[in-house]
C-alpha cells in the first residue's frame, strides 16, 4: 500500500511560484507512478502531471505545460509539483496519487491511492 500526505499549498499573487510536496509511505512506494491532480469548485478533477519510480519519464497536462515541473527523490520518499507563473485559473486543491501498477496515465481511475489534498489560491 501507499499513504499519501501533501503540503506545500497556500495563497500567492498571479506571476507566483509555489512548490508542493507529496510524502509518501508504503514499501511500493518506490515502484509506484506518482500523480498530481486538481479539482477547482464545481469543475472536475483534473489530471496535472505525473511521474515513473525512475524519475525518467514525466507527463503533463496541456494547461501547465511549461509552467510546472513534477521531480521525485525516492530516498526522501518524496514528490514535488514545483509550479511556476502562477494564474488564478490554477486556484484548486490539488491530489497527489499513486499508481502501484506504474503506467504513466492521465486517467484518475488508474490511481488507487490519494491524498486528503492541498489547498492553493492564486489572486489576480
Known amino acids: 500500500q501507499v499513504q499519501l500526505v501533501e503540503s506545500g499549498g497556500g495563497l500567492v499573487q498571479a506571476g507566483g511560484s509555489l512548490r508542493l510536496s507529496c510524502a509518501a509511505s508504503?514499501?511500493?512506494?518506490?515502484?509506484?507512478?506518482i500523480g498530481w491532480f486538481r479539482q477547482a469548485p464545481r469543475k472536475e478533477r483534473e489530471f496535472v502531471a505525473a511521474?515513473?519510480?525512475?524519475?525518467?519519464?514525466?507527463y503533463y497536462g496541456d494547461s501547465v505545460k511549461g509552467r510546472f515541473t513534477i521531480s521525485r527523490d525516492n530516498a526522501k520518499n518524496t514528490v514535488y509539483l514545483q509550479m511556476n507563473s502562477l494564474k488564478p485559473e490554477d486556484t484548486a486543491v490539488y491530489y497527489c496519487a499513486g499508481d502501484i501498477n506504474g503506467a504513466l496515465s492521465p486517467r484518475i481511475g488508474e490511481y488507487e491511492y490519494w491524498g486528503q489534498g492541498t489547498q492553493v489560491t492564486v489572486s489576480s
Open positions: 511521474i515513473r519510480w525512475s524519475g525518467a519519464s514525466s
Open positions: 508504503g514499501r511500493t512506494f518506490r515502484t509506484a507512478t
